[in-house]
């Protein structure tokens, strides 16, 4: 497979008498890192890829790769980036024309930035990465104007400017299709209407993130229903987080028969799932499983889950005086059965 250039950074920084522009014998085909501090994420290991690595010892010399480096087919990476904002604000105007990959996760950038991001991106661009800044419709008008087919697009935690508010998730809908392999609008008011056009459309889903449901998916409990149905069928799904949005009973019968290759799983267990239904998920083999949970029943049910690797418990609030919720008694007699 052929080995791209990639512009990523992390905390390593060499001493800074090493100046980007000194290094010399860059190939096509190689791969390319420009690192510096102070790094949260950390690329992927490819230990089978040869690498270029350019350490970045202060904002000059990123500045100066920026503008000397021709970059083919190219990913960058400036996850969790909290450096100087001047600096990221200027590499909009000079992303490559062959972008492949963008990731500008947990940056936390004012709506004017990420506007200058989804406006300069090229249709190249198969791999968008945008969560936790703050995203608006201008900025989701002009990613569409841009004429790119992401297979991953994830635009969720969003929401961080209260004069302009949520952007219409409605307008997401022509990135959806066969094409889409992940695709995240967590801690959005995710409405059942766009999961419903979303997993009808892009039935290759590897991953989704739908944290917390809209207020129409318990007003339209059929619909909401309809939904997950479709959620479901998406066979190829490895990873859903769907935390504060109620499951149904009924999916996660149908999520444990088709989607065998699921290794991720967020959600909540509405009042009616019986403890067989909850045992459904035992045909999966889960690295991690957060299940809210609504009754003794089901805490206990989930806790004893043996085919999960890491396993999270999580209280949700009933909303009716019917219910019968989980209190820390209940959590005391589990431990001590779990123990004993």
Do not use: Y
Request: aromatic share 6%; proline share 4%.
């Amino acid at each position: 497979a052929q080995k791209l250039p990639q512009l990523v950074w992390n905390s390593e920084v060499l001493p800074s008498s090493r100046r980007v522009l000194e290094i010399e014998g860059l190939e096509d085909g190689r791969e390319l890192q420009l690192i510096w501090p102070p790094g949260a994420c950390r690329p992927p290991s490819h230990s089978h890829a040869s690498r270029v690595q350019l350490r970045m010892s202060c904002d000059a010399d990123i500045e100066a790769a920026l503008a000397e480096a021709e970059l083919e087919k190219c990913q960058l990476n400036f996850a969790g980036f909290a450096g100087s904002k001047s600096l990221i604000s200027s590499i909009p105007p000079r992303l490559p024309q062959s972008l492949l990959v963008l990731d500008i996760r947990k940056c936390f950038l004012d709506s004017k930035t990420v506007l200058a991001f989804f406006t300069a991106v090229p249709g190249t661009l198969r791999e968008l990465r945008a969560s936790h800044n703050a995203i608006t419709a201008e900025a989701v008008e002009a990613l569409s104007r841009a004429g790119c087919r992401p297979k991953v697009l994830d635009v969720g935690w969003s929401d961080l400017e209260q004069d302009s508010g949520e952007f219409e998730l409605a307008n997401l809908e022509p990135f959806f299709g066969e094409h889409l392999e992940e695709f995240g609008i967590g801690d959005l008011s995710v409405s059942v209407d766009i999961v419903i056009a979303l997993a009808r459309s892009s039935q290759k889903l590897r991953k989704l993130d739908i944290t917390r449901e809209g207020r129409d998916w318990r007003r339209n409990p059929s619909k909401a229903e309809r939904a997950w149905a479709l959620i479901a069928s998406c066979s190829n799904l490895e990873e859903l987080f769907a935390q504060k949005v109620t499951c149904f009973a009924t999916t996660l019968v149908a999520m444990a028969e088709s989607c065998q290759k699921l290794k991720v799983l967020a959600i909540d267990v509405d009042s009616g799932s019986a403890s067989s239904d909850l045992s459904a998920l035992a045909s999966l083999e889960l690295d991690f499983l957060s299940i809210g949970v609504f009754t003794p029943e089901a805490l206990k049910v989930a806790s004893q889950l043996r085919n999960v690797n890491w396993l999270e418990l999580r209280m949700t609030e009933t909303e009716t005086e019917t219910d019968i919720g989980v209190d820390e008694s209940d959590i005391e007699r589990l431990v001590g059965e779990l123990v004993s």
